[in-house]
C-alpha cells in the first residue's frame, strides 16, 4: 500500500527556498562573514534610501515620457496673466505686518487656496462649450439696417424660432419680465390681461384677467410666484393663477424691483413711499417716504441691491432700506427723468429725460462719461448682461454697443414695432430682447447680448423641479440681511482697523478714568535716614519732568543729526562745483 505524501513533501506545495536563507541556514565561518558584510552594507544601503526620499521630496523625479520619449512640455501648461487677473479675488493679505504666528500661517494657507482656485478657474475656463460674439456687417455696410427677418433665416432653426410676435392687441400695452435663469416670460397688460409662458417652447404655463388696470408684474425668487400691481393693491399670485396674498399697505403702487439675494421685494407708489416687503417672511421692513411727488422711474444695482429714483426735477436718488434720507442725489437732466438703467457690475448708470438727451454716469465717481441727443427720446432703458444698451424711443427700439468706451456715432441695432414701447429687458443668458408694447410683445434677436455660458450653481434654465427646491432652500439659509445694504458691498468683508488712540478714547470714556495715565510719583521708603524730608525732595526732583528731557533729548538728537546731513550735502555740492584749478589755491588742496 503506498504511502500518502504529506503537503511539504508534494512538489506543488515545495516552495523555493532563498538562497540567502539558506546561506544562514548552514552557519559556519563563511555565513558569519557574509552577515557581517550584510550588516555594514545595510548602514550604506539606509544611508541611500534617506537620500532617495529626499530626493523624492525635493524633485519631480524622473521626468515622464509619452511613447517612449521625454516629454518636451514637463509641468502643467502655462496660463496667460490675462486670464488669471478675470478670476482674481481682491488684494492679497499683507503677511508680513501679521505678528501672531498662527494667524499667519492660517493666512498663508488662505492665500494659498485662493491662489489654486483661481489657477483652475483660468485653467478650466478653456472647456466652457460656448463663445460669445457679435453682429458684424460686410466693408461699408451697418449693423443697424440689418431687418429682424433677416437674421432669423441666416441663423439655425433653433436660433431663428427666438424671433417672434406675440398680437395682443386687446388688452395692452405689455410689460414683459424674465426670470433669473431667462426661462418663463412674465406678461402683464395694462387693461387686466396675464399670462406666463415658457417663451422657448411657446408653451402657456398660464393666464388671466384680474379685471382691473395692471402697472406693473415681476417674477419673484423662482417661476412659482409673482407678484403684479394692480389699480388700488398689491397682490401675489402662484404660477397657477390662484391669488395667494393682497398687500393693502401696498397701495397704488406704479413701480416694483425684486432682490433675489435679499427677499426683498421694493415698490413705489404714487403717493410717493418707497416700501420693501421680505417676502421670506411676507412682512413689510420699511416705509420711506421721499417727499418727491409721483414715483414711476425706478430700477435697481445688481451690485449692491440700491434702489435708483427719478424724479421730475431731473435728479436720481439713490436709497437703501436702512436709511430715511437718500444715500446719494445726482443732478442728471434739465427736465424730468424718464428712464434709469444700471449694468450688471454696478459701475455706469444710463438716464433719459424730457431734454431728449442720454448720458452715462460713472457711479463709482458721479461723474458723466457721455450725453449725446436722441431725437425722439428714451422712454425706456435696458443694460444686457455683456453692457450692451437698449433704448426704447417711441415705436423704436434701439441698441448701443460699448458706450462706456467710445463715442457714440450710431446704434448697433435696431428695430421698429407697430405701436409705442412701454417695457424693455434683455433675458439671461440668451442673445434675446423682449420688448413689450401697444400691439403685444417682440422677441428680438440681439447677437453678443447674453452671457454665453451659465453658472448652474447660481442659476440653471434646464433646471429640474428637484434641483429647484433645493435652490430655494438654499438661497433661504443664505439670505443676505437687509441691513447690510450699502455702496459698497466689499466693506462688508473687510476688517475694520480701529486706532489704539480711538480704542484707548472709548474706554476711558467708558471707565470715566485714564487707567494707562502714569500716577504721582511716591518715592520709596527707604531706611537709616535716607528716607528724610531732603532726600525725598531731592528724588522727586530728579523724576519730575523725565517725560519731557526725553523729548527734548530726542529733538536734540534729531537736530543734530540733520545738521549733520546738511554740512555734508554742503560739502558735497561744493566739492562738484570746484574748477580744476583751484586745487592749487591754499587751504583746498
Known sequence: MAKSKRYWESSEGKVEDDPQRKKQRTGGAGGAEEAREQASGSQENIGLSTRKKRKKQGSPGKKKRISGREDPFPGPAPILEKNLQKFKRGKKTELNKVSNRNLKAHLKKL?????????????????????????????????????????????????????????????????????????????????????????QTKELKCEMNVMESINDCRWLHSETMFAVAQKKWLYIYDNLGIELRCLKNFNDVLRMEFLPYHFLLATCSATGFLQYLDISIGKEIAAICTKSGRLDVMTQNPHNAI???????????????????????????????????????????????????????????????????????????????????????????????????????????????????????????????????????????????????????????????????????KALLEKIQPELITMDPNKLGEIDFITMDQKHKDRVERLGFDPLAKGKFEPKHKKKGRSSAGSLLKRKKKVAYEEQRDLIRKSLQENAAAEKERKQEEKMTSLSQRSALERFKKGLS
Not at 494659498?112 to 460656448?130: H, T
Open 307 to 473: 434702489i435708483h429714483l427719478g424724479h421730475p426735477t431731473g435728479t436720481v436718488t439713490l436709497w437703501s432700506p436702512n436709511l430715511k434720507a437718500p444715500l446719494a442725489k445726482m443732478l442728471c437732466h434739465r427736465g424730468g427723468v424718464r428712464a434709469i438703467a444700471v449694468d450688471k457690475t454696478g459701475t455706469y448708470m444710463a438716464t433719459s429725460g424730457l431734454d431728449k438727451k442720454l448720458n452715462l454716469f460713472d457711479i463709482r465717481s458721479y461723474r458723466p462719461l457721455q450725453s449725446f441727443v436722441i431725437p425722439a427720446g428714451a422712454s425706456h432703458l435696458s443694460f444686457s448682461q455683456r453692457s450692451l444698451l437698449a433704448a426704447g424711443c417711441g415705436n423704436v427700439v434701439q441698441v448701443y454697443k460699448d458706450l462706456h468706451l467710445k463715442a457714440v456715432e450710431k446704434p448697433y441695432m435696431c428695430h421698429t414695432v407697430r405701436r409705442g414701447i412701454h417695457g424693455l429687458q434683455f433675458c439671461p443668458y440668451e442673445d434675446v430682447l423682449g420688448v413689450g408694447h401697444g400691439e403685444g410683445f417682440t422677441s428680438m434677436i440681439i447677437p453678443g447680448a447674453g452671457e454665453a455660458n451659465f453658472d448652474a450653481l447660481e442659476s440653471n434654465p434646464y433646471q429640474s423641479k428637484k434641483q429647484r427646491q433645493e435652490s430655494e432652500v
Open 111 to 199: 492665500e494659498d487656496k485662493y491662489e489654486l482656485a483661481k489657477s483652475q478657474a483660468a485653467r478650466y475656463d478653456l472647456l466652457l462649450p460656448e463663445e460669445d460674439g457679435f453682429l458684424e456687417g460686410d466693408d461699408g455696410e451697418d449693423t443697424c439696417v440689418i431687418q429682424q427677418e433677416d437674421i432669423a433665416h441666416a441663423v439655425d432653426i433653433t436660433s431663428g424660432s427666438k424671433y417672434f410676435n406675440l398680437e395682443l392687441n386687446q388688452f395692452g400695452p405689455y410689460r414683459a419680465n424674465y426670470t433669473r435663469n431667462g426661462r418663463q416670460l412674465l406678461l402683464g397688460g395694462r387693461r387686466g390681461h396675464i399670462a406666463t409662458i415658457d417663451w
